[in-house]
């Protein structure tokens, strides 16, 4: 489908706003900020095993067991104690309430259902 120059124009214009829109860019500085810290990937890891293994207790039917709860405690408080790990998910949290708002303005000016428009038609 080819794009007329104005609405190609357009297109690009509303996602060069978009990237400049701060919670976007903070989402952005705080991935790169995340992507530099060499303990982050350990740290996440980490807390996921621990959450599996108390998971897998409780799919089980059991009950995780005392070391199983309080290694999952410390992989927590390691990962809060990272302030570009929180600093990330802080700016993800934002950015997931801003693109909402994002699709209503959206919606609002092309006077269609901008989320009904764009959703895949099919399985």
């Known amino acids: 489908m080819m794009l007329t120059t104005e609405l190609h124009e357009a297109t690009f214009a509303f996602a060069r706003a978009l990237r400049s829109a701060p919670a976007v860019t903070a989402y952005h500085a705080a991935a790169a900020a995340l992507d530099a810290d060499p303990s982050a990937p350990a740290l996440l890891d980490e ?66 259902d901008y989320g009904r428009l764009v959703a895949p038609t099919s399985c």
Not at 76 to 88: C, F, G, K, P, T
């Open 47 to 112: 807390l996921r095993a621990r959450q599996a293994a108390v998971q897998g207790h409780q799919l089980g039917g059991g009950s995780p067991q005392a070391v199983d709860v309080e290694g999952l405690r410390a992989a927590q408080a390691a990962v809060r104690a990272n302030e570009r790990i929180m600093a990330s998910m802080r700016a993800t949290n934002e950015v997931k309430a801003f693109l909402p708002k994002v699709g209503a303005n959206v919606t609002a000016a092309l006077g269609a």
